[in-house]
């Protein structure tokens, strides 16, 4: 059989097609004007953002929401660098996505020609790998490695760099079967002495404690992790990145842990003397001080990149592999009737009717009211946040049942993500109910994709917790720097409402506690791109917090 | 304390890059790099002396194999390893130290590889100390001029370092 010939542009729409490529979010410029002329007939649904950094977070949330991978596209140069904060976003928080950047032609590369940056250089630390394309015929191999790369392993963002003149090249097209890559083999079975170890270790415990990440959603592996759970009966914390990796109202959960987590299970971690981590690396906001970390427990990491283990705390039993293979075979070695839990969930009880995760119930309207009553209303709907104080109360009061229903970009912490990111999620997911739960701050940094989602009719909801203020620095600053709110005051900046309807979206507006219900399933039921302008208290704080560089059970609730 | 590690990576243009990369954004100290092709073309093997504690040398190890363009990374101890870095020094003489200069070189088993009327270049082969050594005693008639290629190491006996174990 004859390989068919095409241009190196139509390669990269076929090598997309293979992939199974169905959406794809982009900006168009000189150097990819070949690409986009052969996107013009394409199957392929190509979402115009207005900047092209939504266009990588919108990739972002598309690949969080679905587990595939996801597609952003800008030309060279400016469009280029203006994905670097996605890419980092994505590689904090290990997402599969793949930015196709246009680059100058081969001949000019290196002569600082017009709108050339070095993008391949400028994301070398910032994506699982990246490829320049400078033999038209690697085309169909690159991207076949570069989805392979993305999605497999620990995932994360690949960028390809396609020059303008391999784009307009003819080459033969063949799409390899499969990839071969000396250096990269992740590993996926668990190593089954180390299972066993962690088992007896397990077994021996009176006090464990399941400390869960972005991994187990990432690896599918909820199921294997309430059953485990349940068979041990063990306490569950999840990180900010795990929230939905363990129903949020299930008795064995103790919510998040850290700096924002719950007093229950910041007490729960530091008084255990078994911790089970899974999908997690031990960040600076979940340990708090890390040589004050859960003094008296015994570490077994799971974790499919070898090189999280061992990074920042010392771990009895390491075990490299994919956490639902893992927590499959562990239930083999594990027994309910062997464990002595009883006692330590007690404790946890009586902890949690102590120190619940609350707030002032007065006629005020406070944020967290509004994030209880969308979950209330909309208890199905996948959550997007923003980052700062709108993000730690949707973590918080917000009830998860389901993994892939908090997306948030919680490594980088990227304010301006959410709004992008709830339109590649609600690109994914049509059928679902898409909340931005959103800072006024936050929102202002891609307030401008309102023109897409109008035109592109993704009506996803932002709910603006507006408190006219950028609320976390704000936090900092009356706790740390004596009420001195430099910069961090931003009242009057706009009218949410009329800047939604100057683009064409709803806007809508709650001052009262008793208009929030209202307005939420006013938002819902229009199936409109919506904006709320939730005018909240403005110097609530999040609460309670452990302060920078202090152990996590000196945590302290905050008026 | 200084570890030598070996690294197979492929033989493709940026590689390098991402190897120092690596290293400065994670903040190891490279002591030497030293790079070349091995006995398989599309391989090439660095040898790089990092130092650090042990958790360092792990770190290292762990984060360098995470590069998709690098195929193996091995520690090499030094008590059971061949160690050799190659030296180049041009040593100011004249007349009244010319000799001298040629026993040390003789004692050091180096070679003198280039000889002009003010200096000559001295090329020594041996491990870091040797080098060291002569270098100490070729100080005092002025050396002009020195270059080292950075280590390079290779375990002793059967123990080879190859691509397809990873």
């Known amino acids: ?559 | 304390m200084k570890h030598t590690v070996a690294v197979l990576v492929e033989n493709k243009p940026g590689v390098l890059t991402r190897v120092a990369g690596l290293f400065s954004r994670r903040g190891f100290n490279i002591e030497s790099l030293a790079v070349g092709v091995t006995e398989n073309a599309d391989t090439s093997r660095m040898t790089i002396v990092v130092s650090g504690d042990d958790n360092v040398l792990e770190q290292v190890m762990k984060q360098l194999n995470k590069l998709i363009d690098v195929i193996r990374v091995t520690d090499i101890p030094q008590e059971d390893s061949v160690n050799r870095e190659l030296a180049l020094i041009k040593v100011g003489v004249d007349s009244d130290t010319r000799a001298e200069v040629m026993q040390i070189v003789d004692i050091f088993r180096a070679k003198i590889v280039d000889v002009g009327v003010k200096s000559l270049i001295v090329e020594v082969t041996g491990d870091e100390s040797k080098i060291n050594a002569i270098k100490q005693l070729l100080r005092q008639f002025g050396i002009k001029e020195m270059v080292r290629t950075g280590k390079v190491a290779m375990n002793r006996g059967a123990k080879v370092v190859q691509s397809e174990k990873k």
């Open chain 1, 1 to 559: 059989m004859t390989k068919p010939k095409m241009s190196g542009a139509k390669a990269i729409i076929e090598s997309l097609h293979m992939e199974n490529v169905k959406v794809i979010f982009g900006y168009p410029g000189g150097q990819v004007l070949p690409l986009y002329d052969e996107l013009y007939d394409a199957d392929i649904r190509h979402i115009l953002v207005r900047h092209e950094q939504a266009a990588v977070h919108a990739a972002d949330g598309y690949a969080r929401a679905t587990g595939n991978v996801g597609v952003c596209l800008a030309t060279s140069g400016p469009g280029a660098t203006n994905l670097v904060t996605g890419i980092a976003t994505a590689y904090m928080d290990s997402v599969p996505i793949i930015a196709i950047t246009g680059q100058v032609p081969r001949p000019l590369i290196g002569n600082d020609a017009f709108q050339e940056a070095n993008i391949t250089g400028i994301t070398l630390p910032i994506t699982k790998h990246n490829y320049l394309v400078q033999d038209t015929k690697d085309i169909p191999r690159i991207f076949k490695e570069a989805f392979y790369i993305a999605g497999t392993g620990r995932p994360g963002p690949v960028l390809i760099d396609v020059p303008k003149d391999t784009q307009i090249e003819t080459i033969e097209f063949e799409y390899p079967q499969e990839v071969k890559l000396r250096g990269y083999k992740p590993t996926y079975t668990g190593n089954e002495q180390q299972v066993k170890k962690a088992a007896a270790l397990i077994l021996k415990s009176e006090k464990p404690i399941f400390y869960v990440g972005g991994g187990i959603i990432i690896s599918n592996a909820t199921e294997e992790l309430r059953a485990l759970a349940e068979c041990i009966m063990a306490p569950v914390t999840t990180t900010l990145m795990g929230m939905g990796a363990f129903p949020s109202a299930h008795p064995l959960s103790v919510g998040m842990l850290g700096m924002h987590g719950t007093r229950y299970g910041n007490y729960a971690v530091q008084e255990s003397d078994l911790i089970i981590a899974i999908g997690v690396r031990f960040d600076d906001r979940v340990t708090g001080k890390i040589s004050a970390f859960a003094p008296n427990a015994k570490i077994i990491h799971i974790d499919i990149d070898p090189a999280e283990i061992g990074k920042n705390v010392r771990v009895d039993v390491p075990i490299v592999g994919d956490a639902k293979n893992i927590l499959k075979s562990m239930l083999k070695f594990v027994k309910q009737e062997q464990m002595k839990t009883e006692a330590w969930n007690t404790k946890i009880a009586a902890w949690k009717k102590e120190f619940p995760l609350t707030y002032k119930k007065d006629n005020f309207l406070r944020p967290q009211f509004v994030v209880e009553q969308i979950s209330e209303i909309c208890p199905d709907a996948i959550i997007v946040t923003e980052v700062g104080q709108n993000q730690m109360w949707a973590a918080q009061f917000f009830n998860y049942k389901n993994p892939r229903t908090f997306i948030s970009s919680g490594g980088l912490g990227t304010m301006g993500y959410g709004f992008p990111a709830a339109m590649g999620v609600k690109v994914g997911k049509p059928e679902s109910t898409v909340i931005d739960i959103a800072g006024d701050g936050s929102f202002q940094m891609n307030s401008q994709e309102l023109a897409t989602v109008v035109q592109e009719d993704i009506p996803v909801i932002v709910a603006i917790l507006n408190n006219g203020f950028l609320g976390m620095v704000r936090q900092w600053q009356e706790l740390f720097f004596n009420r001195r709110f430099s910069s961090t005051c931003i009242e009057g900046s706009v009218d949410f409402v009329k800047l939604a309807e100057a683009y064409g979206a709803l806007g809508l507006r709650a001052r009262k506690k008793s208009d929030v219900k209202d307005v939420i399933k006013e938002a819902v039921k229009s199936e409109r791109p919506t904006v709320i302008d939730f005018v909240v208290e403005r110097e609530e704080n999040v609460s309670p917090m452990v302060p920078a560089g202090a152990a996590i059970n000196e945590i302290l609730d905050l008026e």
